[in-house]
């Protein structure tokens, strides 16, 4: 009674699992029992059962996906009730295949004298082929197929296992003996139920017989596939001839080789080598280093079919970088590079060939790696000023490189001289290198970087600052970092913002050179604090008040300013000084960036979604917002701070 109560359970438990995967619309059509869903793939043969597929796809490889609902194994349909409850009686692994509809196998199997022990022996799980990889085979192929070992094993017998071996109990990896000579086929279950023999994907599982179970696989297994090392398989293969040289200057034919690990290898075909420049080429082929970096980018530990992947899959190499395994509408990439030949089945793992090298980001210059970023523009200045030698030497540095969207940017006058004046052009590249490689986790707010790699035709000398901020933002120079620690082997990249232009001024003499900032400066300098603003490669933000800002003050107020001594003066001053460089890109819209100034009274930053920034919530700095120098960064304002040193004098708005 129990075992009976517990039977209902399990079924309406696995009636309700694929009716709440179902999107609303298709549940009414999935309701009574053993009802199973199959999704088509319309321009494909492609069908996954509800058993293999454990969730609603609406695409699998980028195609719309169609539902459909039949019976499921060992049901049918009878009149006049909801879903499928005839029960059909199970019959042996002979009348089951046949059942089926696999009459290609069905014949196989009579041809080849096994149908007797397989109908009347066992149990035995057999791995059918559909009848559309029979109907694919060659003449060659299909006589291999009923032929015998040396042994007299039937080769069919590769097909058979010993055992019920349930969809449900497969795994990752797994190797099952078959009744040929105890060679052995690879099981692997992956993401959404998928699985395979021998990359043979299982496209209906768990049909049951009387002495075992049949699962229906989409090609026809050769027991030569586990023979040999994938090291063999790509030796015996004259299309991957330059990756058996690469793989030999590397030393890893043992690794390759050896049954200690399982491996997925994206082996590059010669003609995906032949796309490569002839210097990376010859390093490759030359340098151990270099091919080792290279074989390894190409080599993932675990067996990845190519039915692996229905929509996308991260996988490691074994350099431990990332690489994308994705199925689209018209094939399988890996990354950019295309599988041009698909699951060569070896003892110790897989070979996909590709119709491109995956070139780690290890073995390139910067260079190299700039033009991989789509840094399209900067590099086509620095081909036309004649510079890339001074980007692919072994020297090791740091590049901030400006995006396309920065140098678009520039003014026209300015961009057309770095076209035209490779050593303006060599001036800007050297600002944005620092010497050594410099990752984002060694950038510290607060500090400075020296420019420059003293290898260059025009070598220059000057600091970048860096700042951090909360929002998690680095700035360098005033740009914001975008794509960070892109690192090669000569190099590291941050792609950047902005264009860094080497200022040339210090605080005190933007405040000199504006017409606007006398009053101001006549007070600093009766302050004593023109040295401080003068001072080279400090970090210091001045909120400078105009001489309009001046003008608004009453005449009681302005009498009591200028007569203040100088000691009092320099308190009012930093009143408007931070010891600290405040960016725009610190403070996103609707949020308050609060800060102390020199004096000790708070300054508050706001930003307006326009763009514009605001002092204390009401005092908007004029245009432009933000002036770099060399020492800091300088905000213009037509009002006073009000000032705790001075409640006094107070500005107006």
Not at 45 to 54: P, T, Y
Not at 101 to 108: H, I, K, P, Q, Y
């Amino acid at each position: 009674m129990k075992s009976a109560i517990l039977f209902i359970f399990i079924i309406y438990i696995y009636q309700h699992s694929i009716e709440g995967s179902l999107p609303a619309h298709l549940r009414r059509y999935a309701r009574g029992p053993n009802i199973c869903v199959i999704q088509t793939v319309p321009g494909t043969k492609d069908r996954f059962f509800s058993q293999c597929i454990n969730r609603h796809l609406r695409t699998i490889c980028e195609r719309p996906t169609r539902t459909e609902f039949e019976c499921c194994s060992g049901f049918k349909k009878v009149a006049r009730t909801q879903g499928c409850t005839g029960i059909k009686p199970l019959v042996n692994l002979v009348d089951t295949v046949n059942g089926l509809e696999l009459d290609g196998f069905t014949n196989v199997i009579g041809q080849s004298g096994v149908e007797n022990q397989l109908a009347n022996q066992g149990a035995y799980t057999i791995f059918a082929p559909s009848e559309d990889a029979i109907q694919q085979l060659s003449d060659e192929e299909r006589q291999d197929l009923l032929s015998r070992s040396d042994e007299g094993t039937p080769n069919v017998f590769y097909h058979v296992a010993p055992g019920r071996l349930n969809f449900s109990s497969f795994r990752k990896n797994t190797d099952y003996n078959t009744l040929f000579e105890n060679n052995k086929i690879r099981i692997n279950k992956y993401s959404y139920g998928v699985a395979t023999a021998n990359c043979a994907r299982i496209t209906k599982p768990n049909e049951m017989a009387t002495n075992g179970i049949v699962h229906i696989i989409d090609k026809v297994l050769d027991p030569k596939d586990m023979q040999k090392s994938v090291a063999e398989k790509i030796y015996s293969d004259d299309q991957f001839s330059q990756f058996q040289l690469a793989i030999l200057a590397a030393k890893m034919v043992n690794t390759l080789r050896s049954a200690n690990a399982l491996l997925t290898v994206f082996a590059p075909t010669n003609n995906a080598f032949a796309k490569l420049p002839n210097d990376l080429l010859d390093r490759i082929l030359t340098d151990e280093e270099t091919a080792k970096k290279v074989v390894d980018h190409h080599v993932v530990k675990g067996v990845y079919c190519s039915d692996s992947v229905i929509i996308a899959l991260g996988l490691k190499t074994l350099d431990g970088s990332r690489i994308l395994f994705r199925c689209k509408r018209y094939g399988k990439y890996i990354d950019k590079a295309k599988l041009v030949e698909e699951d060569i089945v070896g003892k110790n793992g897989v070979i996909h060939g590709i119709d491109t090298v995956l070139v780690p980001d290890s073995v390139k210059n910067v260079a190299e790696l700039a033009k991989d970023l789509e840094l399209n523009t900067l590099m086509e200045m620095t081909e036309r000023a004649g510079l890339t030698s001074t980007l692919t030497g072994d020297e090791e540095f740091t590049m901030f490189a400006p995006s396309d969207k920065a140098l678009r940017k520039l003014p026209s006058g300015y961009r057309a001289a770095l076209s035209s004046q490779p050593l303006q052009m060599a001036k800007l590249l050297e600002y944005h290198k620092i010497k050594g490689k410099i990752k984002t986790d060694q950038l510290i707010g607060n500090k400075t970087l020296d420019t420059g790699t003293n290898k260059a035709p025009a070598t220059i000398s000057a600091k970048l600052s860096v700042n951090v901020f909360r929002n998690g933002r680095v700035v360098v120079g005033g740009a914001t970092l975008e794509k960070s620690d892109n690192e090669c082997k000569n190099g590291v990249i941050h792609t950047i913002d902005k264009v860094l232009v080497p200022p040339e001024a210090s605080i005190m003499d933007l405040i000199i050179g504006d017409r606007q900032l006398s009053t101001l400066r006549m007070a600093i300098e009766k302050a004593g604090l023109s040295e401080l603003l003068t001072q080279p490669y400090g970090q210091y933000t001045m909120i400078a008040p105009t001489d309009r800002a001046f003008k608004t003050l009453g005449r009681w107020e302005k009498n009591a300013f200028l007569n203040l001594s100088p000691e009092r003066l320099k308190k009012f001053i930093e009143r408007h000084i931070i010891n600290r460089m405040v960016m725009k890109c610190a403070f996103d819209p609707r949020s308050v960036y609060g800060i102390s100034s020199r004096q000790g009274d708070s300054i508050e930053f706001t930003q307006e979604r326009s763009g514009s920034i605001y002092i204390n919530k009401k005092y908007r700095v004029e245009r432009p917002d933000e002036q770099m120098a060399t020492n800091g960064v300088l905000y213009k304002i037509n009002s006073i701070l009000k000032c705790s040193c001075q409640p006094r004098i107070r500005g107006r708005r």
